[in-house]
């Protein structure tokens, strides 16, 4: 409640009994007196104890934002064209602007970039599947070659291209080094778009193996500078970065890593508090695969991440460095 976190609206409701009104956790209305709050687990509950919803913030609306949303996403996932926001907006009851709002909220894209998240997945599943780069175009659902070019190019985390992707990495250079740092040795890679890797106590031999066909090639002056960029970040994980990233995955994965970034410094959150944020409760081991997947350590902080009985769990650079940067962030 004190971070107006947007991610626990729906959990609980704050009552504040000095008024008689109460809220969702992110309400951005002033702070009451601690002495004022009483804390609910239901919308129900806070009115059976005589108090009424916040106009401000709507609380008991959650269940209808919630299915505001999942009634987009299905939306979006059935029509052969993405439809625009007017008509999601009518199809919901919402404003245009109020269900693009509730919509970034919970998933941390707008409808249309998660239409255009989607068919790029599309596109890269098809590319898998043994298509070529143009039948993988069109059976995504796009009109034309320029067009999914176009959108690409909206996207600055895109990186690759398909053909990219389909041929490990193929015409891409990645600039890589290893360094020395106070959780050992650590190895960034990046394109000229951003990181595309960052692990620990590994080289050459994994780096092929994520792009086996790009040409690695030893970090220049360009990407001297990112990396010390990079280095400290990882000496002082908890302060804000604005280092460019070059990473791509699933509709599923993006948002999973989207929450991570998400998490402040110094504080974590289970694979079930995750799953819950995305909209997706039950997903608490795709989750875990998720976090997994990201391979870009420290800069989306999977290691922010822990069992729902506080233990560590897993972390792929071991448990170590995982205590270790949580150990600097609360520092």
């Not at 280095?231 to 699933?250: F, K, M, S, W, Y």
Request: net charge positive; aromatic share 6%.
């Amino acid at each position: 409640m004190q971070a107006r976190d947007r991610s626990f609206d729906g959990k609980f409701v704050t009552g504040v009994l000095s008024t008689g009104i109460y809220c969702r956790p992110s309400c951005a209305a002033r702070h009451p007196k601690r002495e004022n709050v009483r804390f609910f687990a239901k919308a129900e509950q806070a009115e059976a104890a005589g108090l009424r919803a916040c106009l401000r913030c709507l609380p008991n609306d959650v269940a209808r934002d919630d299915a505001a949303v999942k009634a987009v996403i299905d939306a979006i996932r059935m029509a052969e064209t993405a439809p625009t926001l007017s008509e999601l907006g009518q199809m919901t009851g919402y404003s245009p602007t109020h269900l693009q709002r509730i919509f970034k909220r919970d998933t941390g894209l707008s409808p249309a970039a998660y239409a255009r998240a989607l068919r790029t997945e599309r596109v890269k599943d098809a590319l898998d599947s043994g298509a070529s780069v143009t039948e993988a175009i069109y059976d995504a659902g796009y009109g034309s070659a320029s067009r999914f070019y176009e959108e690409q190019a909206m996207n600055r985390n895109m990186g690759m291209k398909p053909s990219a992707w389909k041929n490990g990495g193929a015409g891409v250079t990645v600039y890589w080094a290893r360094v020395e740092t106070s959780l050992g040795n650590m190895m960034v890679a990046a394109t000229d778009k951003g990181v595309c890797c960052l692990s620990f106590n590994e080289g050459e031999d994994e780096l092929r193996g994520r792009f086996p066909k790009a040409d690695l090639r030893a970090g220049d002056e360009a990407f001297a500078k990112l990396l010390a960029q990079v280095i400290a970040q990882v000496e002082t994980p908890g302060r804000p970065h604005n280092i460019p990233l070059d990473v791509r995955g699933t509709v599923f994965q993006e948002a999973v890593w989207q929450e991570l970034r998400k998490i402040p410094e110094g504080e974590t959150r289970s694979y079930a508090d995750i799953a819950a944020a995305i909209g997706k409760p039950k997903a608490v081991r795709a989750v875990g695969s998720a976090n997994g997947a990201n391979n870009v350590a420290v800069l989306i902080p999977c290691h922010r991440v822990v069992r729902s009985d506080g233990t560590m769990g897993g972390y792929a650079y071991g448990l170590e460095i995982k205590a270790r940067l949580l150990e600097k962030e609360v520092k």
